[in-house]
């Protein structure tokens, strides 16, 4: 029985998982100790909570629990990152290497730093959306301190070859910072065999709880420092004052260790899912590109724009699903994509854009009925696009003189 609206956008926030509330629940009443409390019960049985779920979320990404960092998120820990090892190794360098194709909590943290002294340079990404290797050798330089790429992209799903990335890095002693928030939880990631030195994840994002994080921080080959953003109390080892949010952390840890044990059985479902949607709306609708490559790919991604089709209206037009358009990401405004626009595609594509995102509750009565209702929509607003009759009439659109009015 299909209930709605159904929910395709996990790449904006995840449904909790019960199993991880029901972790959680004790530790708002009978257990709400502070966990840097060491003179009681309240505080042992707290921070004997935190010391599992850093055990938990170390183990998802092949880490120990001491190079387990907690914060309220991916934001804070993507900041933590780039601006603690900008001021520790002011004395090596300015230089950081990005790309253009970043989370906002990179890009918007990089041009801060810009302000502050930092050389950044935003590398191009190709079509497909990968980085080119070649490219982030020429731009490494004697005083590039840091790479922040991301592991899997949060519009388009394309998944980075980071242990090259990370290879690339070591042999040239700069440090690799990953926002792996899309990717944590998804498809197996190990800071070891991936070369990673930081590695910011997010609860609300697999599962667990929003306002909870963690960056990963290498203690050994190398040892890796930051410079405090937070000050206070000296907790997590001094990288990020504040008590700690003892539920949030348990409910991170559990979700970490779920979506540790399911990932197998899961990557393979919502691969399935995704191949099945792609295959039934392409099956249907012609004019439909596929944004990103589909060869490294989160598994439960998909993105498509239909061309002669504004996404706004696709989506008013499918209002019963829950996704998202490349024009409506930066929120209030109708800017095209820019992770999009980086991939070349043009602002009519960008705006045609669709952004599924598949999850652990969604089922396949679900990837169905949004692919016969996206097919649904797009031919019936295509019926009404002068632009799409004209193509179809064999009238190339790149060779037609607009009048201005
Ligand atoms: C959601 C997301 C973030 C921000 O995470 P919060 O925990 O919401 O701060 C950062 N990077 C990527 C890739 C994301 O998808």
């Given at each position: ?22 972790a959680?629940?004790p ?18 049985a ?18 120990t ?26 004395q ?11 989370h ?13 002294g930092?050389?950044?340079?935003y ?20 005083k ?21 990335i ?13 926002d ?5 939880g ?9 070369n ?6 997010s ?9 909870v994080?963690?960056?990963?921080v290498?203690?050994?080959n ?6 405090a ?16 949010n ?22 393979v479902k919502?691969?399935?899912?995704r ?20 060869e ?35 929120s ?7 992770v ?66």
């Open positions: 029985m299909l209930k709605f609206p159904i929910y395709l956008d996990n790449h904006a926030t995840t449904p909790m998982d019960p199993r991880v509330l029901d959680m629940l530790y708002f009443q009978d257990l709400f100790g502070n966990a840097a409390s060491r003179n009681h019960s309240f505080g042992w707290a921070e004997e909570a935190v010391e599992k779920a850093r055990k938990q979320v170390a183990a998802l990404i092949g880490a629990s001491k190079e387990i960092v907690f914060t309220s998120g991916a934001t804070e820990s993507n900041n933590l990152a780039i601006k603690g090892a900008f001021e520790m190794y002011a090596k360098g300015n230089h950081i290497i990005t790309a253009a194709t970043e906002k909590a990179v890009l918007d943290t990089c041009k801060r730093l810009e302000k502050h930092a050389r950044v340079t590398l191009a990404v190709r079509p497909d959306g990968l980085i080119d290797l070649d490219l982030l050798r020429e731009s490494i330089t004697d590039t301190i840091l790479v922040s790429i991301m592991y899997g992209n949060n519009e388009i799903g394309t998944v980075q070859d980071i242990p090259e990370g290879r690339i890095c070591r042999e040239r002693g700069v440090l690799l910072h990953t792996a928030t899309q990717a944590a998804k498809i197996p990631v190990n800071v070891n065999s991936d990673i030195d930081l590695l910011s994840l609860g609300h994002k697999m599962y667990g709880p929003k306002g994080g963690a960056l990963y290498r203690r050994k190398p040892r890796v420092q930051l410079t953003q937070i000050d206070g109390g000296g907790h997590e080892r001094g990288m990020r004052s504040g008590t700690l003892v539920p949030g952390i348990v409910g991170l840890g559990k979700a970490a260790e779920l979506s540790a044990q399911l990932m197998p059985e899961e990557s919502h691969a399935a899912m191949d099945r949607l792609q295959s039934l709306l392409t099956a249907e609708l012609d004019e439909v590109y596929i944004n990103g490559t589909m490294r790919r989160l598994p439960h991604n998909l993105n498509i724009s239909f061309a002669y089709v504004e996404g706004e209206s696709l989506l008013m037009g499918i209002n019963d699903i829950a996704v998202s358009s490349g024009s409506a990401c930066t209030a405004t109708l800017e095209p994509s820019y999009l626009k980086a991939l070349g595609a043009g602002d009519d594509l960008a705006h045609s854009s669709i952004r599924f995102g598949i999850g652990r509750f969604t089922t396949e009565e679900e990837i169905d009925y949004t692919a016969a209702k996206v097919t649904d929509v797009v031919k019936k607003l295509r019926e009404l696009s002068p632009l799409y009759e004209m193509v179809k009439e064999g009238i190339d659109l790149t060779k037609v003189e607009w009048s201005a009015h």
